[in-house]
């Protein structure tokens, strides 16, 4: 992953439900919106999901299968930038 780089775009905060899932998969996971931005987004996982790389994430704000980049991860939570 890289180093983290000042935000393009502002975000703004939600609390909103969205499946998570990795390409090629049929399991997809339950995940919390908490910020998002024309460009992303930060999400709440479930603890033991780790995802890396590209995933595609689905919710009402967001749209069905938006292919995204993580980009940063911590014990909770995860960015990913929107392709």
Same mark, same amino acid.
């Given at each position: 992953?890289q %180093?983290?780089?000042?935000?393009?775009?502002?975000?703004?905060?939600?609390?909103q439900?969205a499946?998570?899932?990795?390409?090629? %998969?049929?399991?997809?996971w339950?995940?919390?919106?908490?910020?998002?931005?024309?460009g992303? %987004?930060?999400?709440?996982?479930?603890?033991?999901?780790?995802p890396?790389?590209?995933?595609l994430? #689905?919710?009402?704000? *967001?749209g069905?299968?938006?292919?995204?980049?993580?980009?940063?991860?911590?014990? #909770?939570? *995860?960015? *990913?930038?929107?392709?």
């Open positions: 992953m %180093a983290l780089q000042p935000r393009r775009e502002e975000r703004s905060h939600l609390v439900a499946k998570l899932r990795l390409p090629g %998969a049929a399991q997809a339950s995940c919390m919106i908490r910020e998002i931005s024309p992303g %987004a930060r999400l709440r996982l479930p603890r033991g999901f780790e890396d790389g590209r995933v994430i #689905t919710a009402l704000a *967001i069905t299968d938006r292919p995204a980049q993580v980009v940063w991860r911590n014990e #909770t939570s *995860i960015g *990913i930038a929107f392709e």
